[in-house]
């Protein structure tokens, strides 16, 4: 019997006629296009079916990258239930079931809406899912049953096609039989869960996550900071231990060696969560990475004071330690600037506010995916809170790469990317002793270059925010960041943020004044509390090969009795290198 079904399925096949029902199973292939043309890269979908269901996987169109998940469904149409299961890196199985009353409704089209697919006569129907228009050509010629997606089954039916949007198609292109009906139902069901469980675990296998900070205290806090301890530590780290989380500065600045994965073609993001220990006000954040490959470095200072950092000095005698680029010295490489809302977390008991509800703690998420070549392997890294608060603030940091494809790159490598640090006038040693940058009111950063021969595309990652805090601050008026190459204008950004009042809920001891305003919801120079400060990439055409000066220049205000304006700025060059 097995061989005469055989032999009918293969006729039929060979004469591209509809399979009979009987009973019969089938392999079919599906393959993805878009406006009409075949996405090969996308691999092809395969379906082994009965008259009970079947199978459903996906045939890559090459190698997975490392550590994909192997993903199978399960669809059984006589009790109406559907299971996605994967097998993840470190061998688990997880899965999650579905009933068919989770399936759409779909609207048979008219009788005339049809279509011949493998040789099958094929209805049409529709449905729309999330402002998404599905349509599916399905046929019911035949004991077969399934479909090339879980979630777009259709009840004793085998489904050939699923078209979205007018433009993304899935349809079967080949038929094989099977010599044996398929596996309906798995025999190991795994870890059973929810649906959003399952796929948020589905997301995250193909991330890779590295904790850097787990809920570490940034607080001034000199007597619990045991200074000998902390540079003997970071001897050590610096001769290649690997590094627990150090404190400097009475507590307000956290270091860690930590080793980060190469992981090409990825987009990398990092995570801040913020949320306050004590410190009720806006303070400024920096988290950065810190270049030791040259005789001197930012961990000198570290390790023996800001006195042992090379200094840039300003015409009125002023000196600034380690905030710019020299042939021996590389300033710290900033990664993201953020600004700490007011008491987010500790205050929220404490202020009510009609219709306000408090978050109980900040996320600072951006891309930071043109640094990537800089945070692999054994890297620095640190994060500094301004504070003069014992309790002050509590923080955790997650970095985190996503693939850019499912599939292992065979293509030429892209052009190695190039990066120069140039300055960094975040004073992140503030509380040992550091400047401010307070250097613009009358003088202008100047900075040396050296640009490779094979170096092209160069652009200024630019990172500035203006500080003093009274009405004729720098804080509340903006002011023009300028950009000169070679004594040329080269670029020219006014960093201003009107967007402040967004950030409101996380601002729970912000002031509340008698105009309806609160003391967040004010304009600022480049920043709002609660909010991570946007880097500019100015692109730099004139930056070619040779020796450079790169000079910043910006009109800061005057010091009004004791106070004065200050400007955080940090540039890093960015290019790429010719073949």
């Not at 002023?318 to 008491?343: C, D, H, K, M, W």
């Amino acid at each position: 019997m097995a061989t005469v079904l055989l032999s009918l399925l293969l006729a039929a096949l060979a004469c591209a006629a509809p399979m009979e029902s009987d009973g019969s199973s089938a392999r079919l292939f599906y393959e993805t296009r878009f406006n009409g043309q075949v996405a090969a890269e996308e691999g092809r979908i395969q379906l082994d079916c009965g008259p009970g269901g079947g199978t459903l996987s996906l045939l890559p169109a090459g190698q997975w990258v490392e550590g994909a998940p192997v993903e199978v469904g399960h669809a059984d149409f006589s009790l109406q239930r559907t299971r996605q299961s994967a097998r993840l890196a470190d061998g688990s199985l997880v899965g999650t079931t579905a009933t068919f009353t989770k399936l759409p409704e779909w609207t048979l089209e008219p009788q005339a809406e049809t279509l011949e697919i493998l040789g099958f006569p094929c209805r049409k129907a529709s449905t729309v899912l999330r402002s998404n228009r599905i349509e599916i050509w399905f046929t019911e010629d035949t004991a077969l049953r399934g479909g090339p997606s879980l979630g777009l089954l259709k009840p004793g039916a085998l489904v050939l096609r699923v078209l979205r949007n007018g433009n993304h198609e899935m349809v079967a292109t080949q038929m094989e039989a099977l010599a044996a009906p398929p596996e309906v139902w798995p025999r190991d069901l795994g870890e059973e869960l929810e649906a959003p469980a399952f796929r948020s675990r589905m997301n995250q296998a193909w991330v890779r996550s590295v904790r850097v900070f787990d809920h570490e205290r940034v607080a001034f806090a000199p007597a619990a900071v045991d200074t000998t301890a902390m540079r003997q530590a970071l001897s050590r780290a610096r001769h290649g231990e690997e590094s627990a989380v150090l404190r400097f500065a009475a507590g307000t600045l956290l270091l860690r060696r930590v080793q980060l994965p190469f992981m090409p073609n990825a987009q990398l993001f990092l995570e801040l969560t913020e949320r306050s220990r004590g410190d009720a006000y806006d303070r400024t954040g920096s988290l950065f990475l810190v270049p030791d490959a040259l005789p001197e470095s930012f961990l000198d200072a570290l390790a023996g004071g800001v006195k042992d950092l090379p200094a840039w000095t300003d015409k009125e005698g002023r000196a600034y330690q380690g905030v710019a680029a020299t042939g021996s010295y590389q300033p710290p490489v900033e990664i993201l600037r953020f600004i700490t809302p007011f008491g987010v977390g500790h205050y929220n008991e404490q202020v009510s506010v009609q219709g306000q509800v408090w978050a109980d703690s900040v996320v600072y998420k951006q891309e930071i995916t043109e640094l990537a070549s800089l945070l692999q392997g054994p890297v620095w890294l640190g994060a500094f809170i301004g504070n003069y608060d014992a309790g002050g603030h509590e923080v955790s940091l997650d970095l985190r790469w996503h693939p850019g494809e499912r599939l292992r790159d065979t293509s030429p490598a892209p052009p190695a990317p190039w990066t120069q640090p140039l300055f960094n006038t975040v004073n992140v040693l503030e509380m040992a002793g550091q400047e401010y940058g307070r250097l613009f009111e009358k003088d202008t950063l100047r900075v040396m270059v050296d640009i490779p021969a094979d170096v092209g595309d160069v652009h200024l990652r630019f990172i500035s925010t203006g500080h003093g805090g009274w009405g004729g601050g720098d804080e509340f008026n903006p002011r023009v960041n300028t950009v000169l190459v070679d004594g040329q204008l080269a670029a020219a950004v006014r960093p201003w943020r009107s967007d402040c009042g967004s950030y409101r809920r996380f601002n729970p001891a912000s002031g509340n004044f008698w105009n309806g305003l609160s003391s967040s919801d004010f304009s600022r120079s480049g920043w709002c509390p609660g909010a991570a400060a946007e880097p500019f990439m100015l692109a730099l055409p004139t930056l070619g090969p040779g020796r450079h000066e790169v000079a910043i220049a910006i009109p800061q205000g005057p010091p009004e009795g004791d106070s004065f304006s200050a400007w955080n700025i940090s540039g890093l060059l960015v290019g790429s290198r010719r073949p």
